[in-house]
């Protein structure tokens, strides 16, 4: 019922090119979450991790979350990726839709909203109830999902940076960068991500590509920022 309530809308990538079309232009700081499914991570490579986290901070909200792969201990493969699936799409329901400050769309808020229309409207007026439904959820915004995966477009780091910085001018209210566990991503994620995206056309091993992908968000911020981390 949510999904048919809320289509999600596929975000085509920026062209490639050698530049970014917002580079050294003010960008809307939209909060970055990284979600990742896995064992738990070798210290080096938290330490790496942690070292592009905190970097990025400085330019906006990130959070590093991750889900243990296989959490039913399931011995089918394909068993293995539902389940992992179903804990991913769990962490992303609860936060998707926010309102316009940021907030999470709790059942509190969908109350206070019709209280405020009963109110406003006249039974004989459905025009009235039809104009604060229309404004009030145009201060809905969405998170953009973007998936790794092996079978994704070959991006740029200029590309990356225009995706953050296009994430703002299109309603998002954070952007969502999922790396999936060991026999990749779910059914439920596939059809809900908005972008899907390679980093290599080698495969990578999970941390590897964590690693990657935390220094080429990095270095996507300094693109924007017309800083000369990159070259």
């Known amino acids: 019922m949510e999904s048919a309530i809320f289509a999600t809308v596929k975000i085509p990538l920026p062209s490639s090119g050698n530049r970014c079309k917002c580079a050294a232009q003010s960008v809307r700081a939209l909060p970055i979450r990284i979600l990742t499914v896995g064992k738990k991570r070798s210290a080096g490579i938290q330490l790496v991790v942690d070292e592009y986290t905190e970097k990025l901070k400085h330019y906006c909200p990130v959070q590093d979350v991750r889900i243990k792969s296989n959490p039913k201990n399931a011995r089918d493969s394909m068993v293995q990726i ?79 940076a225009s995706l953050i910085a296009d994430a703002g001018n299109t309603g998002a209210s954070s952007i969502l960068f999922c ?29 590897i590509a964590l690693v990657v992908l935390a220094e080429q968000l990095y270095r996507a911020w300094t693109i924007l920022k017309g800083q000369k981390y990159h070259h």
């Open 179 to 207: 790396v999936g566990g060991p026999y990749g991503h779910g059914r439920q994620l596939r059809e809900r991500a908005d972008v899907s995206i390679r980093l290599s056309s080698l495969v990578l091993n999970h941390e």
């Open 82 to 160: 539902e389940h992992e699936d179903m804990a991913v799409m769990g962490l992303i329901k609860s936060n998707e839709w926010v309102d316009l400050c940021g907030e999470p769309l709790s059942g509190c808020t969908l109350i206070a909203f019709l209280l405020v229309i009963y109110q406003r409207s006249c039974p004989k007026c459905g025009i009235v109830l039809m104009r604060e439904f229309v404004s009030y959820f145009f201060l809905i915004m969405w998170m953009q999902i973007v998936m790794l995966d092996e079978r994704g477009r070959d991006v740029s780091s200029e590309q990356m």
